[in-house]
Structures are given as structure tokens and as C-alpha cells.
């Protein structure tokens, strides 16, 4: 019996039965159909500002890691303390952490920073060895804290100007962020964005001491329960736990432009696929639109969130690593069956959506 268990296949797809807005999850469905899917929570926003919801074992206040959109969240913050004048698009590493002066690190810009052009690699080890064996085990591969992180960063080597998609830069970016704030980046998270805009159901927990008892356990496209994820000091790139509600919230203020630091999502540097890079953001050609978008990915958790110039936006959470980034597909469709994402035309997101950028992983 274990024998065969080992070898047999998990159902393709979405594996339960859709609840809420029952023709959102028709438009939504033939894009979500990549691989095995546990429970996954989604919200679209209509350009008139309508929001839908809908879920498969999940419903909009159901609580997932939503791995590197967090960097959007990062990037909010950069331009919000650069209107307040606490930093500069072109304020240095080292002059926020003067452990850092006279390095290579110590000379990245804020802007490189956020725009991913340092250079640095997607994640930089502190002990690849152990990282190694917590990924085996599907626990949390990140628990250096910030010292630790700043001294190791002393000897990184950088290339400024040549893009790489980092996890390590948008953490130290974070940091540096908060540091000229005078806080800890989840207190500066919670004090500039969620509260204003009213995410009363988003945190960024630090330890997995800060999870509430029944936060939902995210799982592999085999099943196997993976470990909550809190990444440590590599935190202000992935990892804040939200919900479709309050990502809804958050979506729909960013695509009117209503969030804090709301220019962020201003393109700053073209990319050779032929779109552009915002702080944090992407913006990928799709179908003829301009969309922007991020994806995020932990142990056992997927997301997307993107959004069209018209205002029309999307948001899907999943609780399993089956990426979920043909979502994007569903901005590029008519809406309401005009031929929509519930049609007979639907098809899969254009490869470029899974291309721009990568997922907050140890996968390179």
C-alpha cells in the first residue's frame, strides 16, 4: 500500500468545489489547472471598483504566506519615506548602515535596490549546508537575523546596473528603509500601510511564535504539510501573511493609486523581455496590455496579484507550491463571458508572465 501510494498521481487542478461568486470561479478556473491545488482563496476588482470573491476550501478572510508580493509592500514603503524625506532614490547602504560603509553592498542605491539592479544574487546562503537540509524537511530555510545579515553582507560581491532578481537586496532594502525610520520593518509595515488602508487581517509575523494556532499549513504538490515560513532578516521580501480581502484592499488602492508611496508602481528601468521594472513591481506585455504584477512563493504557498491599466485587477492565494501565475490571463480576457476567461477561448497565461521574475524560494 505505501508502495503504491508513493507512486500515485495527484489529481490535476483544483480539487474542491468552488464557494462565493460562482462566475468569478468559472473565469477563473481554466487558468488555475497547472498541477495539484489544495485551497485557494481569490479576489478581482472590476474597474468600477467592484470586488468579487471566490474560493476553492478557502474563503477572502482565510490567511495565506503571500511570499514575494511582500516586496511590493517593500517598495511602498521606499517611495512613501522618500516623499516624507527621510531617504533618497539615491541614499546608499552604507549611508543608512554604517556597517556597511567603504563596501561593495555599501554602495547600492535605494532605487537599485528596489528596481533588482545590484547585481547580487536571488538569495545569498549564510550556511547552504543547512539551508540544504530545511528545505529537505520543508521547514523555513531562513533564520538569520539582521546583524548577522549586515556582516555577512560586508563581503558581498555586486554588480550595479545589471539585473538580478534578489531576495537578499529587497531585504536589505527593507532594513534600510526602517532604520531611516527610526523602527523594525514589520512595525513600519503595519504603521504606514496596513493601518491606513485598513488590513486589519495582514501581519508580518517574525517567528512562527507570532502565527495564530490555527494559521493554515501550506503543502507540497505531493501533499506533504511544508513548515510555516517567516524568513527572518530576508523578511521584507517575503514574509508577510495576508488574506484575499485585505489583498483586494490592497490592489485596488495600488491600482488607483490611493496606497502610500502609490508611485512605486512607476516604471524605472526596461528589461530585455520587453517590459519594465517599478520598484519591486513588473510590468509584462500580455495580449496587447500592459499588465502589472508580482508573484510570490514559500514553502508551501503560491500567489499572484497583478492589475490592468483599466483598474481591472486580480489576486489568487494558494496554500499549495503549484504556481498560480496563469492568473494573469484573466486581465487579459473580456469580462462577464464576452468571450472571457469562462469561455470556450480561455487559455493559459503567455509564457512571459512565468518568466519576468521569480518566486521567494531556495529553487534558482
Do not use: C, Y
Given at each position: 500500500m505505501v508502495a503504491l501510494?508513493?507512486?500515485?498521481?495527484?489529481?490535476?487542478?483544483?480539487?474542491?468545489a468552488p464557494s462565493g461568486d460562482a462566475h468569478l470561479a468559472a473565469e477563473l478556473e481554466p487558468f488555475l489547472d497547472s498541477g495539484y491545488m489544495r485551497d485557494v482563496s481569490a479576489a478581482a476588482i472590476e474597474p468600477d471598483g467592484t470586488v468579487r470573491f471566490t474560493g476553492w476550501g478557502a474563503d477572502e478572510h482565510d490567511q495565506f504566506e503571500i511570499g514575494s508580493i511582500t516586496k511590493t509592500f517593500t517598495a511602498a514603503l521606499l517611495s512613501d519615506a522618500i516623499e516624507r524625506g527621510e531617504l533618497t532614490a539615491e541614499t546608499t547602504l552604507g549611508e543608512v548602515f554604517a556597517e556597511l560603509e567603504g563596501t561593495s553592498?555599501?554602495?547600492?542605491?535605494?532605487?537599485?535596490?528596489a528596481t533588482?539592479?545590484?547585481?547580487?544574487?536571488?538569495?545569498?546562503?549564510?550556511?547552504?549546508i543547512t539551508q540544504m537540509w530545511k528545505v529537505y524537511l520543508r521547514l523555513d530555510p531562513y533564520s538569520e537575523d539582521l546583524p548577522s545579515l549586515l556582516e555577512r553582507a560586508q563581503g558581498f560581491d555586486t554588480d550595479p546596473g545589471t539585473y538580478v532578481y534578489s531576495n537578499t537586496g529587497v531585504a536589505l532594502l527593507g532594513h534600510a528603509v526602517a532604520r531611516a525610520a527610526g523602527t523594525e520593518y514589520p512595525q513600519?509595515?503595519?504603521?504606514?500601510?496596513?493601518?491606513?488602508?485598513?488590513?486589519?487581517?495582514?501581519?508580518?509575523?517574525?517567528?512562527?511564535?507570532?502565527?495564530?494556532?490555527?494559521?493554515?499549513?501550506?503543502?507540497?504538490?505531493?501533499?506533504?504539510?511544508?513548515?510555516?515560513?517567516?524568513?527572518?532578516?530576508?523578511?521584507?521580501?517575503?514574509s508577510i501573511r495576508s488574506t484575499a480581502h485585505d489583498m483586494a484592499i490592497w490592489m485596488q488602492a495600488v491600482a488607483d493609486g490611493d496606497a502610500p508611496g502609490a508611485d512605486a508602481v512607476e516604471p524605472r528601468t526596461e528589461l530585455e523581455d520587453g517590459g519594465s521594472i517599478c520598484y519591486a513591481w513588473h510590468v509584462t506585455p500580455l495580449d496587447g496590455t500592459d499588465i502589472t504584477w508580482h508573484n510570490g512563493g514559500t514553502g508551501g504557498f503560491r500567489s499572484y496579484a497583478g492589475y490592468s491599466p483599466d483598474g481591472r485587477a486580480v489576486v489568487v492565494l494558494s496554500n499549495t507550491e503549484t504556481s498560480v501565475d496563469g492568473a494573469a490571463g484573466y486581465l487579459t480576457t473580456a469580462p462577464d463571458g464576452a468571450g472571457g476567461a469562462g469561455g470556450a477561448d480561455a487559455q493559459a497565461a503567455p509564457e512571459a508572465v512565468h518568466a519576468a521574475a521569480d518566486d521567494t524560494?531556495?529553487?534558482e
Open positions: 501510494a508513493a507512486f500515485t498521481p495527484w489529481e490535476r487542478g483544483l480539487t474542491t553592498a555599501g554602495d547600492l542605491t535605494m532605487e537599485q535596490l533588482q539592479h545590484t547585481g547580487l544574487p536571488k538569495s545569498v546562503d549564510s550556511a547552504p513600519l509595515v503595519h504603521d504606514r500601510l496596513l493601518e491606513p488602508l485598513g488590513m486589519e487581517e495582514t501581519i508580518v509575523p517574525e517567528s512562527p511564535a507570532d502565527l495564530p494556532a490555527d494559521a493554515p499549513a501550506g503543502f507540497t504538490n505531493s501533499g506533504l504539510r511544508t513548515g510555516p515560513w517567516t524568513l527572518g532578516a530576508e523578511a521584507p521580501s517575503g524560494t531556495t529553487e
